[in-house]
């Protein structure tokens, strides 16, 4: 008779990915897995697949919490324009309150360019904000909070590529003056 998990699957799969978010893929092993997880290889492989398997769930898990709380930004204001502007400031309140860099642009810097799996993922995720924030700027432009001459989908791009660069600053600089003029930077430019 087979035996039951002795484990609640959701509570490992959110160590696992916060192994790979401190350590990065490839530098987290199988027996860092084993140990954080304090299960065996065995269960691990049944429950979760292979390493790559694991980090692609991981990857999954935190990608649906990133939309669900990009979701909530959004349902704080009372415009399309204003919805988009509260999502950047949570990033960037994110980026203030949190030790650990985004685990999608750590994965993307490190992975995207020889993990096909992992790049598409990634890829589709971006897309996804994209399309989120352009949708957000045609309501702008359709309120008259956005002039009609701006192209909902290039300041999508930017918006959503200038995330990477923000998480940099703090990295680099660790000024919270400057990420916040630089934040106000990126605001006035989607406005102006």
């Known amino acids: 008779m087979p035996r039951n998990k002795e484990f609640k699957y959701e509570d490992k799969l959110e160590a696992a990915r916060n192994l790979f978010w401190e350590?990065?893929?490839?530098?987290?092993?199988?027996?860092d897995l084993v140990n954080t997880l304090e299960l065996n290889r065995s269960s691990i492989y049944d429950s979760f697949g292979n390493k790559h398997e694991l980090f692609i769930k991981c990857l999954h898990n935190y990608i649906a919490e990133k939309k669900k709380s990009y979701k909530i930004s959004a349902s704080k204001a009372k415009s399309p324009l204003l919805a988009a502007i509260q999502i950047i400031k949570d990033i960037v309140k994110t980026i203030f309150s949190d030790s650990k860099t985004c685990l999608?642009?750590?994965?993307?810097?490190?992975?995207?360019?020889?993990?096909?799996e992992a790049g598409k993922l990634l890829k589709d995720q971006a897309l996804k904000s994209i399309q989120l924030f352009e949708q957000l700027f045609k309501e702008a432009q359709e309120k008259g909070e956005l002039a009609?001459?701006?192209?909902?989908?290039?300041?999508?791009?930017?918006?959503?590529?200038s995330f990477a660069s923000l998480w940099n600053a703090d990295l680099l600089f660790n000024d919270k003056k400057r990420l916040n003029q630089l934040t106000n930077f990126l605001i006035d430019t989607i406005k102006n």
């Open 23 to 31: 350590k990065g893929y490839q530098a987290t092993t199988m027996n």
């Open 104 to 116: 999608a642009i750590n994965s993307t810097f490190e992975l995207s360019r020889i993990d096909k």
């Open 148 to 161: 009609s001459d701006k192209d909902p989908n290039l300041i999508a791009y930017y918006v959503v590529t």
